[in-house]
């Protein structure tokens, strides 16, 4: 890399893994945010989801924005939103304040990641370089998931969860005062129109398809808002598709989303957002109803899960440049598959959590070798100017993931335990659904690494 590659490199994970640890820094100190501000409980959920809706929902659009008008001027834009709102969010002090701070906390996200992940691919040509920073940013975003729950927990306890928020503005000030100088842009010759009846079809698709699932999650699959919400998804979405293939300048064009690079490399990717996540749920209703940890712990707990994906991230890459992405996606679906049955094991004497702490290092490095293994497959063959769909739909894969995995793997443990409660019924219920969430992950990367083998229809060979 030369000096200029560094910078870049320095500048774009840092914000990425500030980005990251958004996403989970408020998990553990919800409790603490509903009392400090008048919360219900029934309510509290809407903290994390506010800013879910918005950072799916905007993602796509807000990736064609930044090829149409700079990702560098999107990035740089994002990161000052991403600090204003930080700060209104800590001084938050009614609900309504503090949920308008998330909804603009997951817009910035939206814009920030798609064109921060442009700007990582366009910097790097196709080849092990590019392979390398994907795999450095994909260690980064994981451990900043998990770092933000270790964060979460000590600044709450320490100082008040307003310093959730608050950390943020300075890392952003400093992102946006080197930004100009280290950050080189292209743009357009010709900027064609955007596609404003597929933003708005997708968008809205995309915002009900989050709420569906988070209704789905909190009241139930058969519920007449999840219904309602989930048919309408369906809709949306099914009418984005038939406008991209009319549209004179389509927000993602067909072509595109016939690629099997893009489909089976955002489904891998999809699978093992949805997996991950969901385990750490899982894994802590384990810690903290059956095994009695406090939130702190086990937050702790999972630094382990985070080493494990920084150690797959910086392999990542050169894994990819050794097998090829289809078989570093099904290498490290086995390895996260097989780490992950191997929690059905656990038992309620705390003796057990040395193998938790085993199998999800192991798992987490096996994650992220199928993380870099999606990025690279699903932003490879397609030019720079096209590298802004590539990332968004790649940013929207991660955050659908992200809010799909909880509701399916909650509603596996209800169906489980059913009425039954006690640490043995969690027991039980956390077991079946690992067990779900292994065999998921194996058929994912199976799956991904069978239909990735061949070319596409554009000509472009599959690792």
């Known amino acids: ?164 928020f608050f950390v943020n503005v300075p890392v952003a000030a400093l992102v946006v005062a080197l930004a100009p100088a280290v950050i080189t842009d292209s743009r357009p010759e010709r900027r064609p129109r955007l596609d404003v009846p597929g ?86 209703l384990y810690l903290q109803e059956v095994l009695g940890h406090s939130a702190l712990a086990t937050g702790l707990a999972f630094g382990v899960l985070g080493v494990g994906t920084v150690v797959g991230g910086m392999l990542g890459g050169r894994a990819v440049g050794r097998f090829g992405n289809r078989r570093a996606i099904v290498l490290g679906g086995a390895v996260q598959a097989v780490a992950t049955l191997s929690l059905v094991a656990l038992g309620t004497s705390g003796t057990w959590i040395w193998l938790l702490l085993a199998a999800t290092f192991v798992g987490g490095a096996g994650n992220m070798l199928m993380i870099v293994g999606f990025m690279v497959t699903a932003t490879s063959g397609l030019p720079d100017e096209e590298q802004g769909r590539a990332t968004g739909l790649a940013t929207m894969t991660q955050q659908v993931g992200i809010a799909l995995g909880i509701p399916v793997m909650s509603a596996v443990v209800t169906a489980r335990t059913g009425a039954a409660t006690g640490p043995a019924a969690v027991l039980s219920g956390v077991s079946t659904a690992i067990l779900v969430n292994s065999a998921l992950v194996l058929v994912g990367a199976l799956l991904a690494g069978y239909f990735l083998t061949g070319r596409d229809r554009g000509g472009a060979a599959e690792g």
Not at 29 to 50: D, E, N, R
Not at 226 to 253: K, M, N
Request: aromatic letters at 6%; glycine letters at 12%; proline letters at 3%.
């Open 1 to 164: 890399m030369t000096r200029r590659q560094k910078l870049v490199l320095a500048l774009l994970l840092g914000s990425q893994f500030m980005v990251a640890v958004d996403f989970s820094i408020l998990n553990v100190a919800l409790p603490v945010v509903g009392k400090g501000l008048g919360f219900s409980l029934a309510h509290l959920q809407w903290i994390a989801t506010s800013f879910a809706l918005a950072a799916a929902g905007f993602t796509l659009l807000f990736g064609r924005v930044a090829d149409l008008v700079g990702r560098k001027n999107v990035f740089i834009g994002g990161m000052v939103a991403l600090g204003l709102s930080s700060a209104l969010g800590g001084l938050a002090t009614s609900p309504e304040v503090l949920l308008t701070a998330r909804v603009l906390q997951g817009l910035a996200t939206a814009a920030v990641t798609p064109a921060g992940l442009a700007l990582l691919t366009t910097a790097f040509k196709e080849g092990p370089l590019r392979e390398r920073a994907l795999g450095l940013n994909g260690a980064l975003m994981s451990a900043g998931f998990t770092a933000g729950a270790i964060l979460g927990g000590l600044l709450t306890d320490l100082l008040s969860w307003r310093w959730a």
């Open 199 to 284: 933003a708005v079809t997708v968008t809205g698709g995309l915002l009900l398809l989050v709420l569906g699932l988070t209704q789905a999650g909190e009241t139930g699959w058969t519920t007449p808002t999840t219904l309602a919400s989930l048919a309408a998804a369906a809709v949306l979405l099914t009418a984005f598709v038939g406008i991209e293939r009319r549209a004179a300048a389509p927000l993602v064009p067909i072509r595109v989303l016939k690629r099997r690079s893009v489909v089976w490399g955002n489904a891998a990717g999809l699978i093992a957002f949805v997996t991950e996540t969901s385990l750490v749920f899982l894994l802590t």
